[in-house]
């Protein structure tokens, strides 16, 4: 019905955070990377706001593809009420209790893996930094 | 069906995304993360409604998979085609701004 909303909802506020941290961050760490033939490239940690453009990603990415269903299914229509469900006696509530129930799960298991996708790639940049900073 | 058919498009994306990197030029990483945010949705979808059907869901009829095979061809190719628009707009070989702007 409309469960895509909620994990729109939470990208605009990603996409919000993202460009006020894009704003604040400083130049990050460099750490030397071995490119071949004895070259060596330098290599910055990743900032937080890519982290978060990860997620902005999946969000918008994700709940454009789901309302492209919702369309396809008739759920949603490009007139007003735009959802057909709205119009049924009854329809405001079962799309709450949607948005509650599958929206808010939604939003939630694309967040979670977010943070493990992130608490990997920091135990990787830590361990590379400590290889790095060990060797020299 | 469309769950199937965006996680192989998920998968396969992913496969060109790690061959080309860390040097993508072509916005892999973009289709990647669009086709796994809609998988990963799509999959809480399909918990709530087995939790409501059960061991039915597994047998859906033959029109409603063929509406869903459909609809997942249609899916990736929607996805495809929003890469595309922001490959375009960004345009990170600087292509579109070479040809548009050649000196004659």
Known sequence: MACFLVPVAEAVVTTVIMKAVESKEIKSETLKVEAGNDNFETESKIPFSRKLKWLNNMLWGGSALLAFEHVWNGEVVPWFPFLTAVSDPGGVSAVLSEMATVGVSMALLVTAVWSVIVLVTNSLEKKAFKTQSSSN | MTLLITVFAAIICTVIWYNNAPHSKMKIGILCLMYWGASLMWLVDAIFEYFELHAMYFNPAPV?????????????????????????????????????????
């Open chain 2, 64 to 104: 409603d998979m063929l509406n869903d095979f459909y609809l997942g061809l249609s899916v990736v190719a929607f996805g495809l085609i929003i890469w595309l628009v922001i490959l375009l707009i960004q345009d990170p070989k600087g292509v579109i701004k070479e040809a548009l702007f050649k000196k004659k």
